[in-house]
């Protein structure tokens, strides 16, 4: 049964400190989606690849946030330095690539920035 | 700007009923429309999509309807269960990309 893998699955931090957060797409996916879930805003897009390249990255704050795929197996999500109001779950999905496809969620990582 | 509006906020009822939950949305030009089941501490699972030709898809006991003229979506589930309490998550995706709009969601919940 694929899945999509996310790591770690809870952090808590300080504000100010870098963290990073990993994603394994499902095997043979080619398109990464990273999202952000709060109370107040809901499901949130932050950026996503396709084969490994960004195709876009508008809704994350430039700033400090930063996501990058290494490898077809691995996107990861970076936040330097961190702040309370990141504060939020971060999920990564994966899927095939075309308009209309399904996007596979993985379970998340739930971020505390205190 | 594309937006997805979702009602009721929250509803509660009890196991074996019916309910039915409505979806607006204002994106365009419409690609498809979703319906996810978010379960407390998981990540969305996909329960149905449906193309502009698409009216009405079922999926067990929930069954997804479209009217794309006046964009509206709803979806209807069936004697429900117990496992049904979640989060019931409306998206639409704009032709020819695959972001997508999210709405804020119902939390249902079923009590035996």
């Known amino acids: 049964d694929a899945r999509v893998t996310q790591t770690p699955r809870h952090k808590v931090t300080e504000m100010g400190q870098e963290v990073t957060m990993r994603c394994q797409p499902i095997?043979?996916?080619?398109?990464v989606f990273w999202y952000r879930q709060t109370m107040m805003q809901g499901l949130e897009l932050l950026a996503y690849?396709?084969?490994?390249?960004?195709?876009?990255d508008s809704g994350m704050p430039k700033d400090r946030f930063s996501a990058e795929m290494p490898d077809a197996t691995l996107a990861t999500l970076k936040i330097q330095p961190s702040e309370p109001r990141d504060s939020a779950v971060y999920f990564c999905?994966?899927?095939?690539?075309?308009?209309?496809?399904?996007?596979?969620f993985g379970p998340g990582t739930r971020l505390t920035v205190t | 700007k594309n937006q997805v509006e979702q009602s009721p906020q929250s509803l509660i009822i009890l196991e074996g009923k019916n309910c039915t939950l409505q979806?607006?949305?204002?994106?365009?030009?419409?690609?498809?429309l979703r319906w996810y089941k978010q379960d407390t501490g998981r990540g969305p699972v996909s329960l149905t999509i449906?193309?502009?030709?698409?009216n009405t898809k079922s999926n067990g006991r929930y069954t997804a309807t479209l009217d794309a003229d006046t964009k509206q979506s709803s979806l209807h589930i069936t004697a429900s269960q117990l496992s049904d309490s979640a989060s019931y998550i409306c998206?639409?995706?704009?032709?020819?990309?695959?972001?997508?709009?999210f709405g804020t969601g119902t939390r249902l919940t079923i009590i035996p």
């Open positions: 999905a994966s899927g095939r690539g075309t308009g209309g496809s399904e996007q596979y």
């Open positions: 095997l043979g996916h080619n398109t």
């Open positions: 690849f396709r084969n490994r390249a960004p195709l876009d």
């Open positions: 979806c607006n949305y204002t994106v365009s030009p419409f690609s498809n």
């Open positions: 449906m193309t502009f030709s698409e």
């Open positions: 998206v639409v995706s704009d032709f020819g990309n695959e972001k997508l709009t």
